[in-house]
């Protein structure tokens, strides 16, 4: 019993927030932990990310594909909304609002394009409207969550300066 206790006392309860990488590094993001709501269980808020494309495609949809090409992620058009749309921080950097990951790629529908589909296009409709050549080549994570980037804008940019 006494080496049980000695091992629970060990333990702690209290988690710290990790450290923010200066590049991304793949679909494994960092999360900060909020402070829980009362009665509530704490939850994890991913942190923002900026990217670079390779053209301006700051007002088209973005899917993700993998390795192979297939597409393993794409909105609803019920998902796309005035917030999804990138803000741009300058430098070619651009605040990510959409989901985009490194293997996100730009199609030709515009954002007002693909809202008004009365319905989800099929991955194989998404894959032929990819638009050549049109990806990221570049993301970073941010030191502020998802939720909060957008009220730091000045912050990120000079952030993204020191880069």
């Known amino acids: 019993m006494l080496p049980l206790a000695a091992v629970c006392m060990g333990c702690?309860?209290?988690a710290t927030a990790p450290a923010v990488s200066e590049s991304y590094d793949g679909p494994t993001a960092e999360y900060v932990r909020p402070a829980p709501i009362r009665g509530s269980k704490p939850a994890m808020i991913p942190k923002a990310t900026a990217f670079r494309m390779s053209g301006d495609y700051a007002g088209n949809v973005a899917?993700?594909?993998n390795?192979?090409?297939d597409v393993t992620?794409?909105?609803a058009p019920s998902d796309i909304s005035g917030n999804s749309r990138p803000i741009d921080l300058g430098g070619g950097w651009w605040l990510n609002r959409q989901?985009?990951?490194?293997n996100s790629v730009f199609t030709k529908y515009t954002f007002e394009e693909y809202r008004a589909l009365n319905e989800v296009p099929s991955a194989a409709t998404?894959?032929?409207?990819?638009i050549p050549e049109a990806k990221v080549i570049e993301m970073v994570k941010l030191p502020y969550s998802i939720n909060d980037a957008a009220s730091h804008i000045k912050e990120i940019k000079d952030y993204l300066d020191k880069k």
Request: zero cysteines; glycine letters at 14%.
């Open 12 to 14: 702690s309860h209290k």
């Open 63 to 65: 899917i993700t594909l």
């Open 67 to 69: 390795a192979q090409g």
């Open 73 to 75: 992620y794409f909105p």
């Open 99 to 102: 989901g985009i990951g490194p």
């Open 126 to 130: 998404l894959k032929e409207a990819v």
